[in-house]
């Protein structure tokens, strides 16, 4: 039982006042007998014959505590809570990746629907109740405490298995939130597994005599200037023989057998290939095994894309080196012979001089621009320089090290052996109506070095010649700098080429893409496209197993193309294994989680007719006594 106002109780005190009357009220009454002989008699008689007097002459004070006790606890409002009996079910149905194991063409997943829509229909009576949590990345219920064996059904039908985990911890906690209504209710777990402790949770292992083989690892490495494949590949729940194929940028490669044993793991190298660049390879496992998610796997070098940068600098020497020195850069110098161009590019770089026009499909540096506001003019570039320069030995100094943009930018870069003789000093770089700049590195307490992204359009500004500064001559800082400043200005599509399913994927697009196409080709042999027209930053929710390819269409007509592969955690390709202790769900104390509404019974009307009763009987024991 349980209170809705519980400060109703303190109705109680009465029967403290209720005693107290009946001690301060007087204990005799004149009466007028014949004969104090036959009184005294009768006194004898009276005890000898009812042993209970007492209980007699106390009757009226007992029903007015009653009554007392009846009308505080309607002043409480009591509810019954309505515990069910042992009958109930508390039921974890696992729903990761490894339940999607077919055999007989029936997954284990599904198998585990049924079973747990037979044991809704043998054991939910009336007064109890059944209960389903799905334990998967994130657990849920699927029904709580109902006793509907159709409702049960048609729920458990609309379930669905991910290729994800499962978060068994977190579906043992919403089991508890249960056990706390009733702690009685026996809790089952329907998994793939044993477990060498489980409590005093009932786990119902669905696997079957399904097996599996698959390539849990895939990778190259660079050896004596060629590609180096390995691959890493397992079988569960029999000895077998694997033929892998591997494929490299779509071309057929010499297939390799292995020989895995029983729950054993092969690695196979092909190392006389002489591939000396690729962009893609893959390897596909040839085998009929229950579980179809794990046969193959991709490997990208990096991101195909290349990122095409106009360098435009009377002296280009060192700066062309370090931004060839970045992987992706593919360099165009302005000349004579090729001419400077405000399109078609993912970075411009301007050295002492500065466009007409400000590119609007790339990031822009600007390195020792003209101070003068007729080439530089404010309202395009959002920042002015006074017409003097300083001239001196400067030491350079961080500016503003907590922000994202300077991470990023000076990631790893030591400013200590930063130095400059000569510098621009910025009057201004903040305007009404336009992306601020942030300052990343200054001299003499003035900004020198500048970054502000507008929309995802990257501008950088040194406000410094690099020919009068150490930065050329450091080795490592410099071309460090310049592969930040490349990563920060021209922002990868995906962050990475491999992924797990559950992860969160971050797509860029590039400041001119019009069109942004997502396809997937999923492992089951589905496919799957999505176009975005106008979404700079898509966040994709990977929830399938497959290759998924990113298209851009840039205003130029160009395409830009990027690719990543999904793949499902190696834990899920582990077969025929046995978990150490499961996680039991607690039930602590003995009262209800007073966020959980459980089944009640409202029992005012019972006592309000006890009421009604007891103060008919104290009425008529009053009466009697006083006639």
């Known amino acids: 039982m349980k209170f809705a106002l519980p400060l109703g109780l303190l109705g109680l005190l009465a029967i403290a006042a209720l005693i107290l009357i009946y001690i301060l009220k007087p204990k005799y009454q004149d009466k007028k007998v014949s004969s104090t002989y036959v009184w005294k008699l009768s006194l004898r008689y009276q005890k000898r014959k009812v042993p209970l007097q007492w209980l007699k002459s106390s009757l009226l004070l007992i029903v007015q505590i009653l009554i007392i006790i009846i009308i505080a606890f309607m002043m409480a409002q009591p509810l019954v809570v309505l515990a069910t009996k042992t009958g109930e079910k508390i039921v974890v149905l696992e729903a990761s990746a490894s339940m999607l194991a077919e055999d007989g063409g029936k997954s284990r997943f599904n198998r585990a629907?049924?079973?747990?829509?037979?044991?809704?229909?043998?054991?939910?009576?009336?007064e109890d109740k059944f209960t389903v949590i799905l334990a998967d990345d994130e657990p849920d219920f699927i029904i709580r405490r109902s006793n509907s064996a159709s409702f049960i059904k048609q729920k458990l039908s609309e379930a669905k298995c991910s290729l994800g985990g499962s978060n068994l911890e977190g579906a043992m906690s919403l089991a508890q939130g249960v056990l706390r209504e009733n702690p009685q209710a026996e809790v089952y777990l329907y998994t793939d597994c044993?477990?060498?402790d489980a409590g005093k949770v009932k786990v119902v292992n669905m696997a079957r005599s399904e097996w599996n083989v698959a390539v849990l690892d895939f990778s190259a490495k660079k050896e004596k200037g060629y590609?180096?494949?390995?691959?890493?590949?397992?079988?569960?729940?029999?000895?077998?023989?694997?033929?892998v194929n591997l494929n490299i940028d779509g071309k057929s490669q010499l297939p390799k057998l292995a020989q895995c044993e029983k729950d054993g793991t092969v690695k196979l190298v092909w190392d006389t290939l002489k591939i000396a660049?690729?962009?893609?390879?893959?390897?596909?496992?040839?085998?009929?095994?229950?579980?179809?998610?794990?046969?193959?796997?991709y490997i990208y070098n990096g991101n195909t894309e290349k990122f095409k940068v106009q360098l435009e600098s009377n002296n280009p020497g060192f700066l062309n080196s370090a931004l060839h020195s970045v992987a992706r850069c593919q360099v165009d110098l302005v000349s004579e012979n090729s001419p400077a161009k405000t399109s078609g590019y993912d970075l411009y770089v301007y050295d002492g001089t500065v466009p007409d026009e400000v590119p609007t499909d790339g990031a822009v540096w600007l390195i020792n621009p003209p101070r003068d506001q007729q080439s530089l003019p404010p309202e395009k570039w959002g920042i002015s320089f006074a017409s003097a320069q300083r001239t001196g030995e400067f030491q350079l100094a961080a500016d503003n090290v907590?922000?994202?943009?300077?991470?990023?930018?000076?990631?790893?870069?030591?400013v200590a052996s930063m130095q400059a003789t000569q510098y621009s000093r910025v009057q201004r770089y903040g305007y009404d109506g336009m992306a601020s700049y942030e300052s990343i590195l200054k001299c003499n307490g003035e900004p020198v070095l500048l970054a502000k992204n507008d929309n995802g359009l990257k501008t950088v500004v040194f406000a410094f010649d690099l020919h009068y500064s150490t930065l050329p001559v450091l080795l490592i800082d410099f071309p460090l700098l310049i592969n930040n400043l490349c990563n920060y200005s021209m922002a990868n599509t995906v962050d990475n080429t491999l992924y797990s399913v559950g992860d969160t994927v971050t797509v860029n697009a590039k400041p001119d893409a019009e069109k942004l196409t997502v396809s997937a080709k999923y492992a089951s042999g589905e496919d799957e496209t999505t176009e975005y027209t106008e979404e700079k930053t898509v966040p994709l929710n990977i929830e399938k197993v497959g290759v998924y390819t990113v298209t851009q269409t840039l205003k130029t007509g160009r395409e830009v193309t990027d690719s990543f592969y999904v793949r499902v955690s190696k834990n899920e390709s582990m077969f025929n294994v046995t978990g150490s202790t499961l996680v039991n769900p607690i039930v602590i104390g003995n009262g209800t989680d007073t966020t959980i509404q459980n089944d009640t019974m409202d029992i005012y009307v019972y006592l309000a007719a006890a009421l009604l009763a007891f103060v008919c009987v104290e009425w008529g024991l009053q009466y009697r006594e006083q006639y």
């Not at 629907?113 to 009336?126: F, H």
């Not at 690729?278 to 390897?283: F, K, Q, R, T």
């Not at 907590?402 to 030591?414: A, H, L, R």
């Open 113 to 126: 629907v049924s079973e747990i829509s037979v044991l809704a229909e043998k054991t939910t009576a009336e």
């Open 194 to 196: 044993d477990y060498a």
């Open 227 to 243: 590609y180096v494949f390995t691959a890493e590949v397992a079988s569960y729940g029999k000895e077998t023989e694997i033929a």
């Open 277 to 297: 660049e690729y962009e893609s390879a893959d390897v596909h496992l040839v085998a009929e095994d229950s579980f179809v998610y794990d046969n193959e796997f």
């Open 402 to 414: 907590n922000g994202e943009t300077y991470k990023q930018i000076m990631k790893g870069v030591s």
